[in-house]
């Protein structure tokens, strides 16, 4: 805990207040169906941890603009994935969905599934990698996501 009043408070509540909230909830349903016993300490210092990778990780990467940029397929002999995820905080609950277009725009793969995670950064991971399991494998490989 002294980790957060050293100066990381600031970045916590600003840019990940979902890493910090979301915790307890995750060791309260780990308690209640798996039978964990997790203590406050140990759910604080995940969340932490989950607060500095993702400061870390989001260094550097700045927003753009939504474009109203019309889709285009890739090159011939080329696959283009496009994926979204999204996350509601009323439901606690996310989806990821994938199109798979060759380079004739014909679709060969949708696909779409609830995801179990804590925020819409997650989600859109989640449909990244639903998107690079279901593309073919040594096929040329372009991955769209907003």
């Not at 990940?16 to 140990?42: D, I, L, T």
């Not at 606690?92 to 599934?113: F, L, P, T």
Request: proline content about 4%.
């Amino acid at each position: 805990m002294s980790q957060l009043n050293d100066g990381l408070a600031g970045e916590v509540s600003r840019d990940c207040q979902w890493c910090h909230a979301s915790k307890p909830y995750a060791g309260r349903n780990n308690k209640v169906f798996r039978g964990e016993k997790v203590g406050p300490m140990v759910i604080t210092a995940r969340a932490i941890q989950l607060a500095k990778e993702y400061i870390k990780l989001c260094k550097g990467i700045q927003s753009k603009p939504k474009s109203s940029k019309k889709w285009e397929p890739p090159d011939i002999g080329w696959l283009k994935i496009n994926t979204d995820g999204a996350f509601s905080m009323e439901e606690y609950q996310g989806g990821a969905g994938v199109v798979i277009r060759d380079d004739q725009g014909k679709a060969s793969v949708i696909a779409w599934e609830l995801c179990p995670n804590e925020s819409a950064l997650l989600a859109e991971v989640w449909a990244i990698r639903l998107g690079l399991q279901l593309a073919s494998r040594g096929s040329n490989i372009i991955l769209e996501t907003d």
